[in-house]
């Protein structure tokens, strides 16, 4: 009887461990959808920014956003979605530019979807 016990709670401990194994995955795989639709956003904001280089920072250390919303108004972007189809937040999604030195900007991505946001740091 307790053989079937430790067996049972051995086979309940290894079941646990394949689900969390299997949910870690399926959560690196959707932080790297994300993270391709990020890279997309700084893409298109680079493109945005070349046409429009008057609203580039001035100032080292100066910033400025351009909303989501514009990218895809002005075409430089498709709609984004989130992993399950459905439109981000195009209101509260934007690239920040940040000028580092005289000739250089650093583009950071901002993506708010409803299952998804960009963490501070990303």
Not at 13 to 25: E, R, W
Not at 80 to 107: F, R
């Amino acid at each position: 009887m307790i053989k079937k016990i430790v067996v049972i709670i051995i086979a309940l401990i290894l079941v646990l461990l394949i689900i969390n194994g299997i949910i870690k995955l399926n959560n690196a795989n959707d932080l790297e959808y994300y993270n391709e639709k990020e890279k997309l956003m700084i893409k298109a904001s680079e493109k945005y920014f070349s046409f429009y280089s008057n609203y580039l920072p001035k100032k080292i250390n100066d910033d400025t956003r351009v909303l989501l919303s514009a990218l895809v108004l002005e075409k430089y972007l498709d709609d984004v979605k989130d992993i399950d189809g459905n439109s981000c937040d195009i209101m509260k999604s934007y690239v920040e530019v940040e000028k580092t030195k005289e000739d250089e900007y650093l583009y950071k991505a901002h993506l708010v979807c409803d299952n998804y946001e960009t963490k501070d740091g990303e």
